[in-house]
């Protein structure tokens, strides 16, 4: 699965940026997608995982409430909805997809099979 993750910008603190995460194989569909990001000197961390269905989703406690994360397997695309940006949410933003972890999304980095490429976002003080 070869997966394509954009939207990616520079953004004032507080503002807002929808990244999507797409593919062209239909079975994308068939997998949890995740979103994890790398900050410069850090080690990648998650973000958030929506299940193949996208009835359930998970976020780490720094983004929730604020991130949303979202599909539309019509469109065999992921969003990630990112408002009140932070400081500390710049980072190379990656998108990745799960078999293992399918149903329920996962949050393990070792469960997912393939990764996008990264797209940058950069919130400015």
């Known amino acids: 699965v070869q997966l394509q993750a954009s939207g990616g910008g520079l953004v004032q603190a507080g503002g807002s940026l929808r990244l999507s995460c797409s593919a062209s194989?239909?079975?994308?569909?068939?997998?949890?997608v995740g979103w994890f990001r790398q900050a410069p000197g850090k080690e990648r961390e998650f973000v958030a995982t929506?299940?193949?269905?996208?009835?359930?989703?998970y976020y780490a406690d720094s983004v929730k409430g604020r991130f949303t994360i979202s599909r539309d397997n019509v469109k065999n695309t992921v969003y990630l909805q990112m408002n009140s940006l932070k400081p500390e949410d710049t980072a190379i933003y990656y998108c990745?997809?799960?078999?293992?972890?399918?149903?329920?999304?996962?949050?393990?980095?070792?469960?997912?099979?393939?990764w996008g490429q990264g797209t940058q976002v950069t919130v400015s003080s």
């Open positions: 194989e239909r079975t994308f569909s068939s997998y949890a």
């Open positions: 990745a997809v799960a078999w293992r972890g399918r149903n329920s999304g996962s949050y393990s980095r070792s469960d997912y099979d393939y």
């Open positions: 929506i299940n193949w269905s996208g009835g359930r989703t």
